[in-house]
């Protein structure tokens, strides 16, 4: 459910553009899979956790308006970046 402290923070280091960044798309997108992913894996066991379904969602929303904000800003950035996390097969 919730990422590890370090792992959250190896996330960032992999992720980040420069030294102490954590607000880039990137970071963010990279953190919302991780959760994304942890959360998925809770709902697999967890059928009818449909508060937990309702915030998975929500998440997936937030990194499909995150990766489309930053296809149109830096296409190079955004190919890059579903390359490194494996995301549209």
């Given at each position: 459910?919730?990422?590890?402290?370090?792992?959250?923070?190896?996330?960032?280091?992999?992720?980040?553009?420069?030294?102490?960044?954590?607000?880039?798309?990137?970071?963010q997108v990279a953190l919302l899979t991780e959760h994304i992913t942890g959360l998925t894996e809770h709902l697999k066991g967890h059928r009818k956790d449909y508060t937990s379904r309702r915030g998975l969602l929500m998440m997936v929303g937030t990194r499909n308006k995150l990766l489309k904000f930053l296809r149109q800003r830096e296409p190079e950035r955004y190919k890059a970046l579903i390359e490194r996390l494996g995301l549209r097969r």
């Open positions: 459910m919730a990422i590890a402290a370090d792992r959250k923070v190896a996330i960032v280091k992999d992720f980040a553009l420069h030294p102490g960044d954590t607000g880039s798309p990137e970071v």
